[in-house]
């Protein structure tokens, strides 16, 4: 099973529609949850952390369910500038209890927004 | 102003070959990282040094050598390149180990032929 599982896509969606992204992760002991943002041939940069009671950052809306082991992104209002690949990201604790910054990363789900 | 920066940004050579790749942030970072993100889009941690020192080294060949001349430096080197080392690395750094927020490099797509 892989580490960090995300919804296999694409998701083609008009402009002004609202989608949702999955994620679920196989350690139980993770540390910190992100949602990561690539354009096509670029650097991956962080949209958002993931906090324990849910976050919301404009139209970006992150959920973690600890229970499950599950996160998820939700878009509103989707503009044609969100079409990128949406990168679950997990920070695991190592056996020492200290994860010394590994982020390991889903492998993406892309999103094409048109108008 | 460029935060993390590599170079080169592309990187064609034929197999066999030994090639580096330089990496440099002006972030005052504390700790750097290798990812190699294969063709399947894959992100995968390769090493990791934190003020110089080596911190994580994932099951990579010994074939990849990392050095950190001092902590606002982190340079790849590939001995006896394979095909299956072709993929796009990028360079990160954060704060410190424990910081959340990583930048990334542009990245290197380096195809071997």
């Known amino acids: 099973r892989k580490e960090v599982e995300q919804d296999p896509g694409p998701f083609n969606v008009p402009e002004g529609a609202t989608v949702a992204f999955n994620c679920t992760y196989s350690?139980?002991?993770?540390?910190?949850f992100f949602w990561y943002r690539q354009d096509c041939r670029k650097e991956p940069k962080l949209l958002m952390s993931?906090?324990?009671s849910g976050n919301e950052d404009g139209r970006f809306t992150a959920q973690l369910n600890r229970a499950s082991q599950y996160i998820s992104l939700l878009i509103r209002d989707s503009k044609l500038s969100d079409s990128a690949t949406y990168l679950c990201?997990?920070?695991?604790?190592?056996?020492?209890?200290?994860?010394?910054?590994?982020?390991?990363f889903g492998q993406g789900t892309i999103l094409t927004v048109h108008p | 102003d460029t935060a993390v920066s590599q170079t080169p940004k592309y990187l064609v050579t034929q197999m066999g070959n030994d090639k580096s790749i330089k990496c440099e942030q002006n972030?005052?970072?504390?700790?750097m990282y290798w990812y190699k993100q294969d063709s399947k889009k894959f992100l995968k941690i390769m090493f990791s040094?934190?003020?110089?020192?080596?911190?994580i080294n994932e099951t990579v060949p010994n074939r990849f050598s990392p050095k950190s001349p001092d902590k606002a430096h982190l340079n790849l080197h590939i001995n006896s390149l394979e095909l299956g080392d072709s993929a796009v690395y990028f360079c990160?750094?954060?704060?410190?180990?424990?910081?959340?927020?990583?930048?990334f490099g542009p990245g290197t797509r380096l195809t071997v032929l």
């Open positions: 990160a750094s954060s704060p410190g180990t424990k910081a959340d927020t990583q930048y």
């Open positions: 350690n139980s002991a993770s540390q910190s």
């Open positions: 993931v906090y324990s």
């Open positions: 990201v997990v920070k695991p604790f190592n056996a020492g209890g200290t994860s010394y910054g590994k982020l390991t």
């Open positions: 972030l005052g970072h504390d700790t």
């Open positions: 040094y934190n003020n110089k020192e080596l911190i």
